[in-house]
């Protein structure tokens, strides 16, 4: 104590150790045991100080053991001695106390389990005013050891670098404004907060793992985890720099959240099943990932529905190809949306509907849905849903095969070639094909699609979206070329610049229009046609129409049509062997400019 002026404390050491390499291990029990090392102003005079003091305790291939530990090192000032204020080292050897074990130290602190060794007990409290260090550099690392609990495990300093593995029955908690950990499992639920956050893999197996910056000082933020397993709880993952972790598998839901990059090495899996389909239905998503203003990379993703979305939403759909991709790769839920402001790129995406109720948003009311969008680029694998898919890209959109039990449209805003397509063939099925200017523009469909995009507000729909809506709304063409594969469906509704089909096989009709070329490389079966194009090209092996077409409806754009014949012309060319391939009860070819008709021969 310092009697009118300043006060330094001293320091404790202990070693436990096999020394003179004999065979018997080193030795130490003691009850309960507090060591308190530091100083107390009693009347201090001015500019008066309070050093506090240290304590270092080692055990190299021993065992120590007490009742409880608790260990305070008091001071205004660390100590002066030039070593930690506290320092437990304990190597191929056993540092446990039967009870809590409580640290509350000014300083900074070494609290280290290497070649093996173990620090235990039934709790632990850290609290570290100055940083938990890593051991000496010059001190060899070896096999990592543990710090392990029965119970839970606090910690609390500026600076953690833990190089031993976190183990607890209960839960661990751990605040700094930087840390470093090789790994972490507990029982119960994970709680690490830091700005600069680095952390091996991390287990809760009965609740949740949490993951998230803070809000401290340090310019750079971000959180680089490995893998993330909560069999029975969820993951969350929230930074304010970027978000990279390894694969992640949560029982219920996983929510990963960034202002930069988002990556995700690995597969994530969100195995949310809930006691009943309408307890998911509405605000609890299987995965959430999320950034703001950086890319999104993942592995495959698995949840009962699965939100991916970059970024704010550009209703001027502007297209953003340099903005931060978005790339993931298989994807398999319930409900599905996906969505970036710049390029996007998936696998194959599969969405089943199992649980009938299940949604993302409003708009759906209960439908299951897949959503994936890009201002920029979108490209897919194959594709397959029920009841209704949305794929839009503001500029050019490349699929796999789309296969539905409902309708698909797609939407782009400059070229698509999509694969085979398949959907049901009832009246109020069909394939869908504009620009994706009409998810923001139809009063039909943009309600929908605002509300799908959280835009909506007040004015979200209060009717479940029908797909059939795509057959009365508007139609406005894609600013480049359409190119389809084989084709079936009910009704095919499509407008581009150019468009070309394989086969088609449409139960109620066929609409096209396109101020360029409509190329047909395929039989095209439905019972009308109607086919408005500045020309036409019927391969070889192809047909328009069979013995059951109605309605065949040829709509040639420009000031020049001619029909009949073997030459090529100018404008709109439709010859006499392609002629001979338009098959219906019906043919009308209906000109708005001039018409030149050469040798001609149709068949009924």
């Known amino acids: 104590t310092g009697q009118a002026g300043s006060a330094i404390g001293g320091g404790l050491s202990f070693a436990t150790t096999n020394r003179f390499e004999r065979t018997e291990r080193g030795l130490l029990v003691a009850g309960n045991t507090l060591i308190t090392t530091g100083t107390q102003l009693s009347t201090g005079a001015p500019g008066a100080t309070e050093t506090a003091g240290w304590a270092g305790m080692t055990v190299n291939n021993g065992d120590v ?4 530990f608790t260990y305070n090192s008091f001071g205004t000032l660390a100590s002066t001695d030039n070593v930690p204020a506290l320092t437990i080292d304990v190597a191929g050897g056993a540092f446990g106390a039967s009870g809590a074990m409580n640290i509350d130290s000014t300083g900074d602190a070494v609290i280290s389990a290497r070649d093996g060794g173990v620090i235990s007990g039934l709790s632990l409290n850290v609290l570290v005013r100055g940083n938990i260090l890593p051991r000496p550099t010059e001190t060899p690392v070896g096999v990592i050891g543990t710090i392990a609990t029965n119970g839970s495990q606090v910690w609390s300093a500026p600076n953690i670098n833990l190089q031993s593995n976190l183990v607890a029955g209960g839960i661990i908690q751990l605040h700094a404004a930087q840390a470093i950990l090789v790994g972490v499992t ?13 952390v091996g893999n991390v287990a809760s197996a009965n609740d949740d793992i949490v993951l998230h910056t803070q809000d401290t000082q340090i310019p750079v933020k971000r959180v680089v985890a490995g893998t993330l397993t909560a069999p029975n709880g969820d993951i969350s993952v929230a930074s304010d720099g970027a978000v990279t972790t390894g694969a ?14 988002l990556t995700i090495n690995g597969s994530a899996i969100a195995n949310a099943l809930g006691s009943s389909p309408n307890e998911i239905s509405q605000a609890d998503y299987g995965m959430r990932l999320f950034s703001s203003d950086g890319a ?4 495959n993703l698995t949840g009962l529905a699965v939100q991916v979305q970059q970024g704010e939403t550009n209703q001027n759909l502007v297209p953003i190809t340099t903005a931060a991709p978005v790339n993931i790769g298989n994807v398999s839920a319930e409900a599905m949306k996906i969505y970036g402001i710049g390029n996007v790129t998936t696998g194959t995406l599969t969405q089943s509907n199992v649980y009938q109720y299940l949604s993302i948003n ?6 299951p849905i897949l959503f994936a969008g890009a201002l920029g680029n979108l490209t897919t694998a194959n594709v397959t849903g029920t009841n209704f898919g949305l794929l839009a890209a503001g500029a050019n959109l490349n699929t796999g095969n789309l296969n539905f039990t409902g309708s698909v449209a797609v939407t782009a805003g400059q070229n698509a070639t999509i694969g085979q397509v398949t959907t049901a063939t009832g009246p109020n099925d069909l394939f869908y094909a504009a620009n994706t200017s009409v998810l923001f523009n139809d009063p039909l469909i943009a ?22 809506i795509l057959l009365t709304s508007t139609l406005p063409a894609m600013g480049g070329a359409l190119s389809v594969g084989n084709t079936t469906t009910g009704t095919v509704r499509a407008a581009a610049a150019s468009a070309s089909f394989a086969n088609v096989t449409a139960s109620q009709r066929f609409f096209l229009t396109t ?7 395929g039989i095209a079966v439905a019972p009308r046609f109607d086919i408005t194009s500045g020309d036409i090209a019927i391969g070889n092996a192809a047909t328009i129409g069979n013995q059951g077409t109605a309605i065949l409806n040829l709509n040639p754009l420009g000031s020049l049509v001619t029909i009949g014949g073997t030459n090529g012309a100018e404008g709109y060319f439709l010859s006499n062997a ?3 391939r338009l098959i219906a009860a019906t043919i009308t070819i209906v000109a708005q400019g001039s018409v030149m008709v050469r040798d001609l021969a149709l068949r009924g």
């Not at 507990?186 to 680095?198: F, R, S």
């Not at 929510?255 to 930069?260: A, M, N, P, Y």
């Open 447 to 468: 309600p929908y699609f605002l509300d799908l995009l959280d835009l909506a507000g007040d004015s979200a729909p209060s009717t479940p979206f029908s797909p059939s």
């Open 296 to 299: 999104i990379t993942t592995g």
């Open 578 to 580: 392609e002629a001979s």
């Open 186 to 198: 507990a029982g119960g639920i994970v709680d690490i907060g830091a700005d600069d956050l680095t």
């Open 248 to 261: 992640l598998f949560a029982g219920r839901y996983i929510d990963v959240s960034s202002v930069g990059a």
């Open 65 to 68: 053991t007490f009742g409880t």
């Open 362 to 367: 409003t708009a759906e009311y209960g439908q």
């Open 515 to 521: 101020t360029g070329l409509a190329a047909f490389n």
